[in-house]
């Protein structure tokens, strides 16, 4: 079974461009690393809060793994909005 990881945080608004290059390396990471494709969304009536989605992965532990450490690598948490932090729900197929 595969499952889906949503990854939700809110972004300093005035730094978006460089948030968006941030996710754009750690998202070419993730794939190099892991072969999985994420997708980069905002919510529609707050363009501050974005979510990432990477979704049919096989196995947890090791995509978790190369998640973390490409966060890291990233340099991430300069461009989240004060209070806020990278929140991770994981789906299944019912």
């Not at 608004?13 to 905002?42: C, F, K, S």
């Amino acid at each position: 079974m595969s499952a889906g990881y949503y990854i939700y945080y809110r972004i300093e608004p005035d730094r978006a461009a460089e948030a968006q290059r941030i996710v754009g390396a750690l998202q070419a990471d993730l794939l190099t690393n892991t072969g999985v494709q994420g997708r980069l969304l905002h919510r529609r009536d707050d363009p501050s809060t974005w979510m990432e989605v990477y979704e049919g992965i096989a196995d947890e532990q090791d995509f978790s793994s190369a998640l973390h450490a490409a966060v890291a690598r990233a340099g991430f948490a300069g461009i989240l909005a004060p209070g806020s932090r990278r929140v991770t729900e994981i789906f299944t197929p019912i």
